[in-house]
């Protein structure tokens, strides 16, 4: 299947301040932020892309503008509710330092999947729905751009993690162990047999290794299968 560029949004006027964000309407970029996306966008100018989802909320749309800024040409930009940041319920725009205090927020840490926020959504119906989401999306931009189809999915830190770990084969309770900063980017190529994850919290390099190859046949890679002895890489770029 296609491959998809899971970027997380840039650093907010929240994120700055120590508060937890959730869907709070009106949570923007500051400038260390909108340089964060302009730089991520300028990493991919030589990825042709098929396509660029978002998540509703407005610092995520403001990234995905930023990163279709540098490029030549229009790309598709749509906007996908799977992708929206988890509902943090009662915890909403409230303080990371106060909520640390809570009895919930050991819980978060070390068994995510038992995790119900007061008058949310539990973590595991997040991991549900934003897995749902890109893996119903990248079937979708396969089925009309072909498997070598590039997209972008724009999206927050705890829905990437949870994308993450279900392509890393992880259970839930293990993806506190991966970090995704602010306009980071992290790589999943979808296969008939399996997802492999090309790069995690990735934040500097050209992308441009993402690009399709010119093929004369479907080889081994294409269809899902592991290279015995690893291989040369994607598409026989760097990492």
């Known amino acids: 299947m296609a491959t998809v560029i899971l970027v997380r949004h840039g650093r907010t006027t929240a994120n700055a301040g120590g508060m937890l964000a959730g869907r709070t309407p009106g949570v923007r970029l500051d400038e260390t932020g909108r340089g964060q996306a302009t730089r991520a966008g300028e990493r991919m100018?030589?990825?042709?892309?098929?396509?660029?989802?978002?998540?509703?909320?407005?610092?995520c749309r403001q990234t995905a503008k930023a990163l279709l800024a540098a490029r030549q040409g229009a790309v598709p930009l749509t906007t996908e509710r799977g992708l929206t940041e988890c509902d943090y319920g009662e915890w909403q725009g409230r303080a990371i330092k106060e909520l640390a205090?809570?009895?919930?927020?050991?819980v978060v840490q070390a068994q995510p999947s038992a995790a119900v926020f007061p008058g949310g959504e539990s973590m595991?119906?997040?991991q549900a729905r934003a897995v749902g989401a890109v893996r119903r999306l990248d079937a979708?931009?396969?089925?009309?751009?072909?498997a070598d189809a590039v997209w972008v999915a724009v999206s927050h830190g705890d829905i990437i993690k949870s994308i993450l770990a279900d392509a890393l084969g992880m259970?839930?309770?293990?993806?506190?162990r991966l970090h995704v900063d602010p306009a980071s980017v992290s790589v999943v190529r979808y296969t008939g047999t399996r997802p492999f994850v090309l790069a995690t919290n990735s934040h500097d390099g050209d992308l441009g290794w993402l690009a399709p190859p010119k093929r004369k046949r479907r080889s081994a890679t294409?269809?899902?299968?592991?290279?015995v002895g690893g291989g040369a890489g994607p598409h026989s770029g760097p990492h």
């Open 101 to 106: 205090k809570e009895p919930l927020w050991k």
């Open 45 to 59: 100018v030589s990825v042709p892309l098929a396509a660029v989802v978002s998540s509703p909320l407005e610092r």
């Open 140 to 146: 979708a931009i396969e089925a009309e751009h072909g």
């Open 222 to 227: 294409a269809r899902g299968d592991a290279v």
């Open 171 to 176: 259970h839930l309770d293990l993806f506190q």
């Open 124 to 126: 595991q119906a997040m």
